[in-house]
């Protein structure tokens, strides 16, 4: 579990930013949060982990407990959150990712971590306003295939399927979110790069507890869960860890859990209850 050094007194101004790699404003939860970052870097560089799927999973151990905290990026303008000590489901791969792209380029300081952070949570690898953010991640797979950041496996797992979908839950929505609420310009933004008659590969949950399926994934996958919602193509997100027995298991920021934490069932069990989340997709680091 990571140890936090001190305690976390959230910055009392959502306005203050700081100069740093390829960014222009910043915003911290805290004024631990690079401290923090920097000690984590330092201990993916002590561990002498050199493989992207095996930091991926390091880094989740040594974010297990932290506190889940839902919208923790929305602000009156766009700015680029780091905060270590509160995560969602998406923050929480973002934050795996930024981590562990640091470490394989040898780069071990906050401001690295930043950089890898805007890289993969803003299209083109660029902050901009608000809709410059890559909110669906079926753009965010192919964004972040295009510049060589991730690569979606699932079209090569056994038995997969497919899917056609809307992906424009948000502009359907806009009461659901503070951006979009009083802002019909930033609606049509958003509403240009949402997806229609969207194909997309998805693994169905029957076939989660398939021997061909588990031998195909790896600790250190990110995983999405497919959900059936209506313009949503996928609900929640997490990494794949996979025990002595090859059963996958899901170690995810957990809404209902409130922290993050490896769930207690293998992925097919936790999956086989739910009303709305029908399968996965799964995607892996580059090199």
């Known amino acids: 579990m990571l140890i936090l050094l001190g305690a976390c007194a ?20 805290c004024d631990s949060d690079t401290i923090v970052i920097n000690k984590l ?17 390091f880094y989740a151990r040594q974010l297990l407990g932290t506190p889940y905290v839902a919208h923790t990026l929305e602000a009156d303008k766009e700015v680029l959150t780091i905060n270590i000590h509160e995560l969602d489901c998406l923050t929480f791969i973002e934050t795996l990712y930024a981590l562990t792209r640091a470490t394989l380029n040898g ?5 690295d971590f930043a950089a890898n952070i805007e890289n993969v949570r803003y299209r083109g690898g ?3 306003d608000y809709s410059s953010r890559i909110h669906y991640i079926s753009e965010w797979i192919i964004d972040n295939h295009v510049r060589g950041n991730l690569v979606e496996i699932t079209p090569d797992l056994p038995h997969v399927d497919y899917m056609i979908k809307n992906i424009d839950y948000m502009t359907h929505h806009t009461g659901s979110y503070r951006q979009l609420k009083n802002d019909s310009v930033m609606v049509e933004k958003i509403r240009r790069f949402e997806l229609r008659n969207h194909r997309f590969p998805y693994l169905k ?5 398939d021997k061909a399926v588990k ?9 999405s869960l497919v959900t059936k919602t209506e313009g949503l193509d996928v609900s929640h997100n997490g990494i794949i860890i996979v025990d002595e027995k090859g059963d996958p298991y899901l170690l995810d920021a957990s809404m209902s859990g409130g922290k993050v934490m490896l769930e207690s069932k293998p992925l097919f069990k936790y999956l086989e209850k739910s ?8 995607f892996r680091m580059m090199p």
């Open 205 to 209: 949950r029957s076939w989660l507890n």
């Open 275 to 282: 009303k709305t989340n029908i399968g996965v997709r799964v």
């Open 10 to 29: 959230p910055k009392q101004s959502t306005q203050q930013v700081a100069q740093a790699a390829t960014v222009t404003q910043m915003r911290f939860h």
């Open 41 to 57: 870097l330092m201990q993916g560089r002590k561990s002498g982990i050199n493989e992207a799927n095996a930091l991926i999973e």
């Open 107 to 111: 780069r071990y300081s906050w401001r």
């Open 126 to 128: 660029e902050m901009g």
């Open 215 to 223: 031998a195909a994934l790896r600790s250190g996958d990110f995983v």
